[in-house]
């Protein structure tokens, strides 16, 4: 074996690594895609749209509430959409039985850990079945051991695992009727007695480490929300991003309700009311309503007068895409590839804009995506969401001074600037 081919197994094997993470990244996007339904919802059932202070319609409102409500709630819900989420997306050649394994498996894992409340606080009675009684008289409900996503996606994972390994498997013809896939959602069954039971032994400590971290996350303020920012559109890059969004989104920190219930994750705080949530996602809406279309016109100014026209079509629909649902990927594309640095520039300064927008007090949230459709649907959950404005259009002026300078200044070949050849050979392509 020679030099230059030794190293070729661990090449084979990070690239085989790479390629199944960045798999599991786009697993993810099919239960988050799930999430505008939910914010629309609870929009929907808020006191000043349905409810009192609105049309007044209360029962309409409780509807919507709890509609949304189901789709996000943290220990059923949301984990059970990335549980069958992740299963499709990792299985191979996926169908309706990976999904249904998926949803054997989780019910019986959530289950299980129901059987086991978490002890009530000192001096407080166990009343069975019912909750914990307080001195006062005042009556909590259990809580129990709740993995979140986090239990979700693992649970997901395995029914993918085993889904693959078994959907052909024959058994004795007396057995006969489970076959194949008809076999796998028994064996999830058991997986997840198994996976829940463990969860019950080793959840507590990784619970409270995971509490701790999001604690010290949320405590650094302006600087952890900007490294969330760079980290983000860095790993998007490599299509790697979800793996930072999930956990911060959906698992870190806390919130409770004034009717008791306890919600994760910055998004899911925000939309239960949270007034302190936020951090992680209020710097989006200056990026993307306003500073990545002024970086499109920016391209759009900088390409060769000939072609101009035809670069300001496709540059305006790239840049009302961003603008109306945040969906920033064929926009921020367009320059990528091209222009490296612009990009690194790009994502330096979505974390100046998550810094800015957190020590100003803005909190803002999505269930989607920072564009315009969110921004309307949760102005009444935000506060100051009309700074949200001047810091996107001083973000703009930025992001157009700065691309256009650098275009020019080092000939970046963006759209529009390529030479004859390279245009002819694109067109024919």
């Known amino acids: 074996m020679s030099a230059d081919s030794a190293p070729a197994p661990a090449r084979a094997r990070w690239n085989k690594l790479f390629q199944g ?14 999430l505008p339904a939910a914010g629309l919802l609870i929009g929907l059932g808020q006191p000043g749209v349905f409810g009192a202070e609105g049309l007044g319609w209360d029962n309409v409102s ?27 997306g990792m299985a191979k050649k996926a169908d309706g039985s990976t999904a249904l394994a998926a949803v054997a498996g989780f019910l019986v894992y959530y289950n299980v850990l129901r059987q086991f409340p978490v002890s009530c606080a000192g001096g407080a009675k166990v009343l069975t079945n019912i909750g914990c009684q307080a001195a006062d008289s005042s009556v909590a409900p259990f809580t129990y051991q709740n993995p979140g996503v986090f239990g979700g996606i693992v649970m997901g994972l ?13 058994l004795v013809d007396w057995l006969g ?25 080793i959840w507590p400590p990784v619970g409270r480490g995971l509490e701790h971290f999001g604690d010290w996350l949320v405590g650094l303020g302006y600087w952890g929300a900007g490294v969330f920012g760079v980290a983000n559109r860095a790993l998007l890059v490599i299509g790697l991003h979800q793996f930072l969004n999930v956990p911060v989104w959906f698992q870190f920190g806390s919130y409770t309700t004034p009717d008791g219930t306890v919600v994760h994750g910055d998004i899911n705080m925000f939309l239960a009311g949270d007034p302190n949530a936020g951090q992680f996602t209020s710097g989006f809406f200056p990026i993307m309503m306003f500073a990545l279309p002024a970086a499109a016109l920016a391209i759009t100014h900088c390409a060769r007068p000939e072609r101009r026209k035809e670069i300001g079509g496709l540059m305006l629909s790239v840049a009302l895409t961003s603008f109306v649902t945040g969906i920033t990927e064929p926009l921020e594309y367009s320059f990528l590839f091209v222009a490296p640095v612009l990009y690194a520039i790009h994502a330096l300064l979505t974390g100046v804009s998550m810094a800015v927008t957190w020590g100003l007090g803005v909190h803002d949230g999505f269930t989607f995506s920072a564009g315009l459709i969110d921004y309307v649907i949760n102005w009444h959950l935000a506060t100051r969401p009309w700074a949200v404005v001047p810091i996107g259009l001083c973000f703009a ?10 275009i020019t200044k080092f000939d970046l070949r963006t759209p529009g600037r390529e030479s004859e050849e390279e245009h ?5 392509a």
């Open 177 to 201: 009727f489970f076959n194949g896939r008809r076999l796998v959602p028994i064996i999830m069954a058991f997986v997840a007695v198994a996976f829940a039971a463990l969860c019950l032994w």
């Open 62 to 88: 409780k509807v919507m509430r709890g509609a949304g409500g189901a789709l996000l709630d943290g220990s059923l819900g949301l984990p059970l959409l990335f549980c069958v989420g992740v299963a499709i």
């Open 21 to 34: 993470l960045q798999k599991m990244g786009r697993s993810l996007q099919l239960p988050i895609a799930v």
């Open 397 to 406: 002026v930025v992001y157009y001074v700065i691309f256009r300078f650098a």
């Open 424 to 428: 002819e050979d694109t067109t024919k």
């Open 158 to 170: 395995m029914t993918a695992y085993f889904w693959q390994r078994y959907h052909r498997t024959r």
